[in-house]
Nanobody
Framework: QVQLQESGPGLVKPSQTLSLQCTVS??????????WSWIRQSPGKGLEWIGY???????RYSPSLKSRTSISRDTDKNQFFLQLNSVTPEDTAVYYC????????????WGKGALVTVSS
């Protein structure tokens, strides 16, 4: 059973960088052919895909967030990370990490989510 757990600061000030980590257990982030994703849900809104880092280390980002987003990983610790720069209150959301098996399927494993509030 794959398990994912988000962690990071729950409060970030405007213009600063939001940093989250996702720790994966029960499976390796280098296993073919999985993509390790970040998704968020702002209050009163639907899910928004942020981006992923693939099994080979390749990354892909949402066009609307690409200029502010970086996803990286530490294969030794089986963790992957999200950095979102220059945050505003509109970036307040519950942030989820999840695993995607590619193709038309959805995410098959999710973390519980981490609430990040952007406020001064």
């Amino acid at each position: 059973q794959v398990q994912l757990q988000e962690s990071g600061p729950g409060l970030v000030k405007p213009s600063q960088t939001l940093s989250l980590q996702c720790t994966v257990s029960g499976g390796s982030i280098t296993t073919n052919f999985y993509y390790w994703s970040w998704i968020r849900q702002s209050p009163g809104k639907g899910l928004e895909w942020i981006g992923y880092i693939g099994y080979s280390g390749n990354t892909r980002y949402s066009p609307s967030l690409k200029s502010r987003t970086s996803i990286s990983r530490d294969t030794d610790k089986n963790q992957f990370f999200l950095q979102l720069n220059s945050v505003t209150p509109e970036d307040t959301a519950v942030y989820y990490c999840a695993r995607w098996g590619g193709g038309r399927g959805g995410m098959d494993y999710w973390g519980k989510g981490a609430l990040v509030t952007v406020s001064s």
